[in-house]
């Protein structure tokens, strides 16, 4: 099955650091999110995004689908922005499954 | 609030038992997919419905099933409990299957003891 792999895995910031999270895939996908889940555990969808640039806020996001990976740039980091960071993809090998990343865990210092 | 609710928050059951999780789907949302996050194994997919059918099937066990009613909302059915089975149970829920972002709820604890 398809591969996804987030890196790094672990990443301390200074807060107003900027910081880019990495995720590759090893087969096409029909689409791929970035979720955050915050120390509570809530998943928060960050983007929606297969293709392309989005940007929300002090957040922004690129995939190269060709290429086979996205990233995820956080700007301005603020402590609220510590927990972890997934990548999910659906393969389009067709079967409709989202696969998850292991996450980045990130911890923003004050 | 995401628009999922999920309950309960917290469950504590014995091993050997069964319990049901419940998810209700933001509205508007058919489709509702479960998924298991323990420590060793990250977030795994279960099982997606959509507008009441089983659309897919992931890593789901045998003692586990679930369902759609026809109101859209699901249960998870975790049966012959084990240890190992301790996990935080999420339900998301989209507005079709494939090309849309999903919404989480704030997830079950299961704590088998």
């Known amino acids: 099955g398809i591969q996804v792999e987030q890196s790094p895995p672990d990443l301390i910031l200074q807060e107003g650091a900027n910081s880019t999270l990495r995720c590759n895939f090893s087969?096409?996908?029909?689409?791929l999110q970035w979720f955050h889940q915050n120390p509570w555990g809530q998943l928060i969808n960050l983007f929606y995004i297969p293709s392309g640039t989005k940007q929300n806020g002090r957040l922004s996001a690129t995939t190269v689908a060709t290429e086979r990976y996205s990233l995820l740039y956080i700007s301005s980091s603020q402590t609220t922005d510590s927990g972890v960071y997934f990548c999910?993809?659906?393969?389009?090998?067709?079967?409709?499954?989202?696969?998850f990343g292991a996450g980045t865990r990130l911890f923003v210092k004050a | 609030d995401s628009g999922v609710t999920q309950t309960p928050k917290h469950l504590i059951t014995a091993t050997g038992q069964r319990v049901t999780l419940r998810c209700s789907p933001r509205?508007?949302?058919?489709?509702v997919y479960w998924y298991q996050q323990s420590l060793d194994q990250g977030l795994q997919f279960l099982i997606q419905?959509?507008?009441?059918?089983?659309?897919a099937k992931g890593n789901i066990l045998e003692r586990f099933s679930a369902q759609q009613f026809p109101d859209l909302h699901s249960e998870l059915n975790l049966s012959s409990l084990e240890l190992g089975d301790s996990a935080l149970y999420f339900c998301a829920s989209s507005p079709e299957t494939g090309n849309y972002g999903y919404t989480f709820g704030s997830g079950t604890r299961l704590t088998v003891v």
């Open positions: 999910a993809v659906e393969p389009d090998t067709g079967g409709f499954k989202t696969i």
């Open positions: 509205s508007g949302d058919l489709s």
């Open positions: 087969d096409s996908v029909n689409n």
């Open positions: 419905y959509y507008n009441g059918e089983e659309r």
